[in-house]
């Protein structure tokens, strides 16, 4: 991940879709509020959301559900955000090293059929 930008961005992404975040023990922590406002800048409850957690000390140890990557690992280590080719979300992509397409573990389990013909 680039900088706290691009990670903010994940975040407020997969919270806006419904997703909670998870801590290392477990826990769940959710956000119910808009995420964005109505000019598609984050709102304010989201902001203070950020904040509180970056307070808390907790933010780095969490991970967005279903995903394998701490904000710790992305912030610091070298993930750069793609763009999953099946479900087209943002997904965290090691910049080296990588040797197949990027894994995804954020795909709906249930895709649904969209595909009109
Ligand atoms: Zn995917």
């Given at each position: 991940?680039?900088n ?6 994940y ?24 995420v ?12 203070h ?30 993930y ?32 649904p ?5």
């Amino acid at each position: 991940m680039a900088n706290f930008y691009d990670l903010k961005h994940y975040i407020a992404h997969y919270i806006n879709k419904g997703r909670c975040l998870v801590s290392e023990k477990g826990k769940i922590i959710t956000f119910s509020e808009r995420v964005y406002d109505r000019r598609g800048n984050y709102s304010e409850p989201f902001n203070h959301f950020i904040d509180r957690l970056l307070e808390s000390g907790e933010f780095f140890h969490l991970f967005v559900e279903g995903d394998h990557y701490a904000f710790a690992d992305l912030i610091h280590a070298e993930y750069d955000l793609e763009y999953c080719v099946q479900c087209r979300e943002p997904i965290p992509v090691p910049v080296a090293g990588a040797l197949g397409p990027p894994a995804c573990y954020l795909c709906p389990d249930i895709v649904p059929a969209q595909k009109t013909s």
